[in-house]
């Protein structure tokens, strides 16, 4: 493979819907060299590519990242060279396979970190093939908080009800005695790590699909979340709730936050994935 030096190396795990549209943008704009780690779908996308239809770039037959591996290289051997970047777009279930951070560990060396710059610099190569626009987060932490009043309450209650966004806003009961108090919650645990979720963005998170949309939770501008429970759920697939249910839950009982409603999302999601292990005799 011959490397440009004013390309990035950059190292994606996982190649689904979003990681395959952050390859393409990436080797678009001339700046990027992907070297994309793919499971069960390594030998097809190897022989015949990624078809892709898609808003910002069209169709686009047989698409292929610049190296596809069917798994995470180990940069300390010789003649494997280091990667600038690792971009992780691989579902993180560690209850159940090799969590991310283990995955990709003989990959990441030193030189790969989430500085400012480094960011910036990432930012700068995604929006280069000028199909898309990537933003650079300057207080992603709190971001990170944001998100979670979607993914550890509307998300976990979505999956476990089978209800779309309509439904669960039109169910009695369910926005004021779950989901609403589930967001507070969220709000008092952000707040004693010293970030503040208004009451606004909890009301705004609450209707950010209209009633009558009938949207399963899935990813959408308005919310810029990645929040697929209830469509995982309906494909009988393993849900990501260690990290997106389980995290805050952790953070809450180190501060002494009383989360009955997290607590209650976490056990029922965590009975959906022993139900679902148990099945595959995992």
């Known amino acids: 493979m011959v490397e440009r030096k004013d390309q990035a190396r950059i190292l994606l795990v996982g190649c689904g819907g979003i990681g395959c549209m952050a390859a393409l943008n990436l080797e678009s704009g001339g700046q990027a060299q992907v070297t994309a780690v793919l499971r069960s779908s390594y030998q097809i996308v190897k022989e015949r590519g ?32 280091p990667f600038d970047y690792v971009i992780c777009a691989t579902k993180n279930t560690p209850d159940v396979s090799t969590p991310v951070a283990e995955l990709i560990r003989p990959a990441v060396t030193p030189d790969v970190g989430n500085a400012a710059d480094r960011a910036k610099d990432l930012v700068a190569r995604y929006n280069a093939g000028g199909h898309c626009t990537c933003h650079y987060d300057s207080n992603v932490t709190f971001s990170r908080w944001k998100k979670l009043l979607y993914n550890a309450v509307y998300n976990p209650v979505a999956a476990l009800t089978n209800l779309d966004t309509g439904d669960i806003q039109l169910c009695p009961g369910l926005v004021d005695e779950i989901v609403r108090p589930g967001m507070k919650e969220i709000q008092a645990t952000a707040a004693a790590y010293g970030h503040e979720i208004t009451n606004e963005m909890i009301e705004a998170t609450i209707t950010t699909e209209p009633i009558e949309a009938h949207v399963p939770p899935m990813a959408s501008a308005a919310h810029t979340t990645i929040s697929t429970f209830l469509l995982t759920y309906l494909q009988s697939q ?33 009975s959906y994935q022993w139900k679902l292990k148990s099945k595959r005799a995992v």
């Open 238 to 270: 393993y849900i990501e709730f260690e990290n997106l249910v389980g995290e805050p839950l952790r953070c809450a009982k180190a501060r002494q936050i009383a989360t009955p409603i997290l607590q209650n999302n976490y056990s029922l999601a965590k």
């Open 50 to 81: 990624f078809t892709i239809n898609s808003v910002d770039h069209g169709r686009v037959q047989g698409f292929r990242p610049t190296e596809i591996l069917s798994a995470v290289p180990d940069v300390s051997q010789s003649g494997i060279s």
